[in-house]
C-alpha cells in the first residue's frame, strides 16, 4: 500500500515562493507518475504539474513559468515549487500517485487515472 504525504504549505506573502513536498512510502512499480493538484475554493480541482518516472514533466498552461515540479526517485519524493506567489495560488495543494502507467496519461495529469492521493497541504498567500 502506498501512503502520500505533503508538507511545506503555510501563510505566506505575496511575491514570496514556496516548496511543496510529497513524500511516498510503499513500493512503486518502475513506470509511476506524480501529480500535483491545486483546489482553489469554489473551482473543481485541477492537476498543474505532473512527472513520469523518467523525468519528464508537464505542465497546466497557467502554471508554467512559476510551477516547477521535480522529483528525489531514490527517496521517492515529488517536490513542487512555486515562485512569485500571487493571492490567486491560495489553495488545498495535493498530490496523487498513478502507478503502472505511460507518459502520455501522465502529461493529462487527470484525477481520475490516479491511484493513491495524499490529504493536502494547504497554501495561503496574502497580498
Known amino acids: 500500500e502506498v501512503q502520500l504525504v505533503e508538507s511545506g504549505g503555510g501563510s505566506v506573502q505575496g511575491g514570496g515562493s514556496l516548496r511543496l513536498s510529497c513524500a511516498a512510502s510503499?513500493?512503486?512499480?518502475?513506470?509511476?507518475?506524480f501529480v500535483w493538484f491545486r483546489q482553489i475554493p469554489g473551482k473543481e480541482r485541477e492537476g498543474v504539474a505532473g512527472i513520469f518516472s523518467d523525468g519528464r514533466s508537464s505542465y497546466l498552461e497557467s502554471a508554467k513559468g512559476r510551477y516547477t515540479i521535480s522529483q528525489d526517485k531514490d527517496k521517492k519524493i515529488a517536490y513542487l515549487e512555486i515562485g512569485s506567489l500571487k493571492p490567486e495560488d491560495t489553495a488545498l495543494f495535493s498530490c496523487?500517485?498513478?502507478?503502472?502507467?505511460?507518459?502520455?496519461?501522465?502529461?493529462?495529469?487527470?484525477?481520475?487515472?490516479?491511484?493513491?492521493w495524499g490529504k493536502g497541504t494547504l497554501v495561503v498567500v496574502s497580498s
Open positions: 496523487a500517485v498513478d502507478t503502472p502507467t505511460d507518459y502520455d496519461r501522465c502529461q493529462r495529469r487527470g484525477s481520475f487515472g490516479m491511484d493513491y
Open positions: 510503499g513500493d512503486f512499480y518502475e513506470s509511476y507518475c
